[in-house]
């Protein structure tokens, strides 16, 4: 499966498979569900994100292939947003373009930017991604995460732990003055103090560097699978590491 | 630095009633008959529903939501209301629902600040610290999709 792509894009062929092999469904595809150890699957989440989330506290222990339990009956509405049966690929559109506002407004402070793109323009973000033609999508797509090779005001930047709610906040990537980029360890050192301490370069009191190096040596930053080095200037990183729909998902892991 | 501080999640008094109903009930339905209870997991790897864990020093912090009718949509009687910060954003589609008497298939879009559609999932506190303005957060809502 493609790390940028959604799990309703795959439903279809990965149903076929199944019901081939003897599976008795004769149910709609929006019944399907996923799951990974005991968790399901958000399905507006990237696959990328999704497997980031899921197996990086198993590093070096859960190789790849990257093995999901698909169901087809008793769809947990508890835990997963439900898709009406009828807009099964519209549903989905429409949260991936959501989210592309989304990052928009975060960048600009409104959605200008976004609509102002011709309608195939912006029909062509989708069916780029959908069909995984990295072409089509990306002549529309360099625009938005370049930004126009202006500064954006915010990053759209989402952070994930284990063991608490999605983190999102205002993340400026540079200083007041235009003349300090900030860092990706600026941006967490800010949101998340106690995992990812101050710059250990920085002069310190006798006898305390060597603590601060212990604690935070164990945290680290994943995005598309790999450890991002920390001092990466975040808006770099934004323009070139977002996911298709212009996030940085990063996910910590201690 | 700007931009990396949290904003105040605090409900503010200025321009709103002094008393403001709360929805966090609606992360259920509001009927006393209706037994529906809506309890996503709040971390996206438990496997069980759990409390959400708070980031803020004060877990109980509200945010004020504003709603704004877009179209045809019926206005509300009251527009603000409080919320706390760590909801998801579906607690406050369950209310305008039912505040509006619309069943389930009747179609209701919500938008922040007229520009996109938080999932269900997002949390409150997030939206109002990246979102918010004058100390509310603007939740317009239509009968159609306005800016789908």
């Known amino acids: ?34 799951e990974y150890r005991g968790v399901p699957l958000k399905w507006h989440y990237p696959i990328g994100l999704l497997h980031d989330l899921l197996t990086s506290q198993y590093r070096g222990s859960s190789p790849l292939p990257w093995h999901i339990i698909i169901h087809f009956t008793n769809f947990p509405t508890d ?67 370049t930004n126009d090779n202006t500064i954006p005001k915010y990053i759209p930047l989402r952070v994930y732990l284990l063991d608490q709610p999605v983190i999102q ?25 106690e995992i990812f301490p101050p710059s250990l370069d920085a002069p310190t ?12 040596s164990e945290a680290v930053a994943i995005l598309h699978g790999i450890v991002i080095p920390i001092e990466t200037p975040i808006l770099w990183l934004s323009q070139n590491c977002s996911y298709p729909d212009n996030f940085l998902h990063i996910v910590i892991c201690r | 630095m700007r931009g990396l501080h949290s904003r105040s999640i605090l409900t503010s008094k200025r321009d709103t009633p002094t008393r403001l109903t709360t929805l966090d009930r609606f992360g259920c339905v509001r009927s006393p008959s209706a037994s529906i209870v809506f309890t996503m997991s709040d971390n996206p790897t438990s496997p069980i529903s759990s409390p959400p864990t708070p980031r803020t020093a004060n877990p109980a912090a509200k945010v004020v939501v504003r709603f704004r009718a877009t179209g045809n949509a019926p206005i509300l009687k009251q527009n603000f209301y409080k919320i706390t910060a760590s909801q998801k954003f579906q607690t406050v589609m369950n209310f305008l629902r039912k505040e509006l008497n619309y069943k389930a298939q009747d179609p209701l879009f919500l938008y922040v600040n007229s520009a996109f559609a938080p999932a269900p999932d997002e949390i409150v506190g997030n939206l109002y610290k990246c979102f918010g303005t004058e100390g509310n957060l603007i939740i317009n809502y239509s009968t159609t999709a306005a800016w789908g």
């Not at chain 1, 991936?96 to 976004?114: Q, V």
């Open chain 1, 169 to 193: 906040e205002p993340v400026a990537p540079v200083d007041d003055n235009l003349d300090c980029e900030y860092t990706l360890r600026d941006i967490l050192g800010r949101m998340l103090p």
């Open chain 1, 1 to 34: 499966m493609h790390r940028c792509s959604y799990l309703p894009l795959v439903t279809e062929s990965v149903r076929e498979v199944f019901v081939k092999s003897g599976v008795a469904f004769t149910g709609h595809d929006a019944d399907i569900w996923y």
């Open chain 1, 205 to 216: 009191t006798e006898g305390a560097d060597n603590t601060r190096k212990s604690d935070a």
């Open chain 1, 79 to 145: 835990k997963l947003i439900r898709i009406n049966a009828a807009n099964i690929i519209d549903t989905p559109h429409d949260s991936f373009m959501s989210m592309i506002k989304e990052a928009d407004y975060i960048r600009n402070g409104s959605i200008k930017k976004l609509m102002s793109l011709s309608k195939q323009d912006q029909t062509n973000l989708w069916q780029g991604l959908s069909s995984h033609d990295y072409d089509k999508f990306w002549n529309v797509n360099a625009r938005l995460v």
